[in-house]
Each structure stands twice: as C-alpha cells, then as structure tokens.
C-alpha cells in the first residue's frame, strides 16, 4: 500500500501575498529534514504540503518524529494513497485504518473531492464507505459530534487520500523566515527554552556562552553543547561562541563595589553578546531571563543591562512562572540535562547581598573603574567557536 503524508502548514495560512515565499522555506526546511529517512517528491496544493516517499525503504516511522519538530507545521497526516475508485478506496480504508478502528467505539467519514469528475458527490462517498467500515467492524457506531475517529477521504487529481486523525505539528514559523538571533545560554533552564520559544518563531539561532575557567568546568560546557543538541532538534545548527570571562569577573571581583558586582557583570556579558552577535548577522538577542526571578532580574537590574544593548533583547520568559518554563523544558527534553548540577560563571564570585534597585549612575559610576575597551577586546579575541549539529543545516 502507498503512504504519503500529508501537511497542514499552520500560520503561513494567513501570510497573504508572501505566503509562496514561505512555504517555499517550509519545504525546503522538510526536506532537508527528512533527507535521512527517505527520498521524497515534496508538493504544494492549496494550503497542503504532500509528500510521497519515492522508491523503496522509506523510514516513515522515523519521518514523522522528525516532522514534529518541524516549525511552521500546524498538523499533519500520514495517509494511504489509492486509486480514485469506490471499491478500492474502501477496501483501503478498511484494512489501513485497522488498528485505530480496533482500538476505538465511535467514527465519522468526512469527504473531500476536489476532482469534481468522481462519479460520486461528498455525502454518498460517507455514505458508501461509513457502511462498509459498520459491516467489518460491527462493534463501532457512527458519531457525528464527537468522534474518537475522524476517517479522511480526500479525492485528488491523481490518488484517492485516506487518513485518520491528525497529528500535531510543532507549530509557529519555518526556521529561515525571521531573520537571526543570538541566544545567551547558560547550563540552567531557562535559556534552552527561551531558545526554543524564539526559534519557533522562525529565527535561526546562534549561541553565545560564557565560561569563566578554572571555576567553572570543561564538564560545564559539555553540558551546554548537550543542551543546544536538544534545541537543534528543532532550530537545526546552531553556531557556539564560547567566551572566555574569568578575567572580566575577576576585575570586576577586585575594582567594583560587592553589591554591584552582579549588575556589572551582567551588563558585560550584554555588551560582549551583542558584539559578537553583529559580528554574525543577529538581529536580535535572546535571554532566559523571568521578572523577579532572581536579583539580576528585577526590573531596576534589567534597565541597567538594557542600557548598554544596541539592539533588540528578546525575553520571551519574561512574564512566566517557573513550573511554565519547566513544562516546556520537559516537552523538549533539555530539563534531565539541566539539573545536573555544574556551576556557571553566573554563579562564582556572587555576592550576599546583590543591590535588588541598582540605579544607571551608580553602575556607571563603579564600571569607571575598569578597563572597559581592552576587557572586551579581549575577551572577544579569546572566543571559542563551535558548530552544534552541523548535520542540520539551515
Ligand atoms: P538559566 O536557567 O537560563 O541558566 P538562570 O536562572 O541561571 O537562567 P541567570 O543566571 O540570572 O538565571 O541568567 C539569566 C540569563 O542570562 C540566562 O537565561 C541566560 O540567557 C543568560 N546567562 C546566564 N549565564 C550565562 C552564561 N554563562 N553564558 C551565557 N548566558 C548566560
Ligand atoms: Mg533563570
């Protein structure tokens, strides 16, 4: 039997007149995705995307893993492809859908023909195959309103289509389509999601990591690498810049007031990240970071780092509870590699008491104390770079 599969592409829908623009990514996107489990001829129709495996050894189970992790897909389908004649459609349909039919109580038949020559219309094609599903699966009622199954017949130019239920895609905006964004990412939770959350979103992403040798690990950043592994599931390759910043957290350490000494730091990082994010053609950067989660954090703290970025800072956690990014972390399996429990160079040096209300002047003020041009400089020239899952092209 003949399967293809058969996608919904969701918010493109409404793209209007840019909408080929996108979709064209969107198959691109697919097919690069799916180019280690079958070879495929991938087509546009209305706002369905088909794709039939060509030849032989189509891996489709591992093909449909791989689609839900495709952004820009609402939902999707797999489906038997028949001929376009009554008795066969349900003969197909009766044996395709055999194990969903053994493992439900209530169906419906829903018909589509856009081949207006089928000799029968919508309503008999329900009809015709409703009663034979009742008479080889007699335990089954026809349910209307509120099936378990919905069985598809989608009557096309060439094939008769048959499926049940949709799967459900990823959603958002093909990777590709947004431009390109920088993501700060640091070994905890909530960073792998905020990357996660923006790349939905269409962004292609890089990463920018600040290591601060010899107090935190090489294990540390491992550990990162691991993450941005799981984020490329979905963004695909993600360039890494690692930063060498003991030097600037030791300065800062030595010449800058304690209570100040994470705000400082802070808007180093922010200084730095967008340096190199100009420096790769990010048009934006993205943080972890939550309102209040913690003293770097408030709204007084987040002012002060905002003043020194020169371009756009994506927050996309800003307004979420914790237990909200835990969930999504859970969903895309980054939340067992983040608990494991390495330092970050957020965490050396902290003080007891950060200030919760740092003002711009006093920051100010305290960073005069420090060799601002040469402690960027470099820490720039000492960057690290690595490309995280280059099998994923984007
Ligand atoms: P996360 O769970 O993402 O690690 P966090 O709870 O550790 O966040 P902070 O340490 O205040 O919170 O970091 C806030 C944000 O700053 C992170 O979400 C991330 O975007 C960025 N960040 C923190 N540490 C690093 C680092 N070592 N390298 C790059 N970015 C970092
Ligand atoms: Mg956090």
């Given at each position: 039997?003949?399967?293809?599969?058969?996608?919904?592409?969701?918010?493109?829908?409404?793209?209007?007149?840019?909408?080929?623009?996108?979709?064209?990514?969107?198959?691109?996107?697919?097919?690069?995705?799916?180019?280690?489990?079958?070879?495929?001829?991938?087509?546009?129709?209305?706002?369905?995307?088909?794709?039939?495996?060509?030849?032989?050894?189509?891996?489709?189970?591992?093909?449909?893993?791989?689609?839900?992790?495709?952004?820009?897909?609402?939902?999707?389908?797999?489906?038997?492809?028949?001929?376009?004649?009554?008795?066969?459609?349900?003969?197909?349909?009766?044996?395709?859908?055999?194990?969903?039919?053994?493992?439900?109580?209530?169906?419906?038949?829903?018909?589509?023909?856009?081949?207006?020559?089928?000799?029968?219309?919508?309503?008999?094609?329900?009809?015709?195959?409703?009663?034979?599903?009742?008479?080889?699966?007699?335990?089954?009622r026809v349910d209307v309103h509120n099936p378990d199954l919905v069985v598809n017949v989608e009557i096309r130019d060439k094939y008769a289509f048959i499926h049940g239920n949709q799967i459900k895609g990823a959603g958002g905006m093909p990777i590709g389509t947004s431009g390109r964004a920088a993501v700060m990412i640091?070994?905890?939770?909530?960073?792998?999601?905020?990357?996660?959350?923006?790349?939905?979103?269409?962004?292609?992403?890089?990463?920018?990591?600040?290591?601060?040798?010899?107090?935190?690990?090489?294990?540390?950043?491992?550990?990162?690498?691991?993450?941005?592994?799981?984020?490329?599931?979905?963004?695909?390759?993600?360039?890494?810049?690692?930063?060498?910043?003991?030097?600037?957290?030791?300065?800062?350490?030595?010449?800058?007031?304690?209570?100040?000494?994470?705000?400082?730091?802070?808007?180093?990082?922010?200084?730095?990240?967008?340096?190199?994010?100009?420096?790769?053609?990010?048009?934006?950067?993205?943080?972890?970071?939550?309102?209040?989660?913690v003293a770097s954090q408030t709204l007084w703290a987040l002012g002060c780092t905002d003043a020194v970025a020169t371009m756009p800072v994506f927050r996309p956690l800003i307004g979420t509870d914790k237990n909200e990014i835990v969930e999504i972390s859970r969903k895309i399996d980054t939340f067992d590699i983040s608990?494991?429990?390495?330092?970050?160079?957020?965490?050396?040096?902290?003080?007891?008491?950060?200030?919760?209300?740092?003002?711009?002047?006093?920051?100010?003020?305290?960073?005069?104390?420090?060799?601002?041009?040469?402690?960027?400089?470099?820490?720039?020239?000492?960057?690290?770079?690595?490309?995280?899952?280059?099998?994923?092209?984007?």
């Open positions: 039997m003949k399967e293809i599969i058969l996608i919904k592409n969701g918010e493109i829908a409404l793209k209007g007149l840019n909408r080929g623009t996108f979709e064209d990514v969107l198959v691109k996107n697919i097919k690069r995705r799916l180019s280690p489990y079958m070879q495929a001829d991938i087509k546009k129709s209305q706002s369905t995307i088909m794709i039939e495996p060509l030849g032989e050894g189509a891996d489709m189970d591992s093909a449909v893993e791989a689609l839900k992790r495709v952004f820009g897909i609402a939902g999707f389908s797999r489906a038997a492809a028949c001929e376009k004649d009554m008795e066969v459609i349900k003969s197909t349909a009766v044996e395709y859908l055999k194990t969903s039919f053994e493992s439900i109580k209530t169906f419906k038949v829903e018909a589509k023909r856009s081949d207006k020559a089928f000799p029968l219309n919508s309503p008999q094609i329900c009809n015709e195959l409703g009663g034979e599903i009742l008479s080889n699966y007699p335990f089954l640091s070994g905890g939770i909530d960073s792998p999601v905020a990357a996660w959350t923006m790349a939905k979103r269409g962004l292609v992403l890089d990463a920018i990591h600040f290591a601060s040798p010899p107090y935190t690990s090489k294990r540390a950043e491992q550990k990162v690498h691991e993450l941005l592994g799981k984020v490329s599931k979905y963004s695909g390759t993600i360039n890494l810049l690692v930063v060498p910043f003991t030097e600037i957290q030791e300065h800062i350490k030595d010449d800058c007031p304690e209570e100040l000494f994470t705000i400082i730091m802070r808007r180093m990082m922010m200084r730095i990240a967008v340096n190199l994010a100009k420096q790769q053609g990010c048009g934006a950067i993205i943080t972890g970071e939550s309102l209040a989660q608990i494991q429990p390495y330092e970050d160079c957020c965490t050396v040096f902290t003080p007891k008491h950060p200030k919760l209300r740092p003002s711009l002047e006093e920051v100010e003020a305290a960073e005069a104390a420090l060799d601002m041009d040469g402690l960027i400089k470099r820490a720039v020239a000492g960057v690290e770079r690595l490309v995280i899952d280059k099998s994923l092209e984007v």
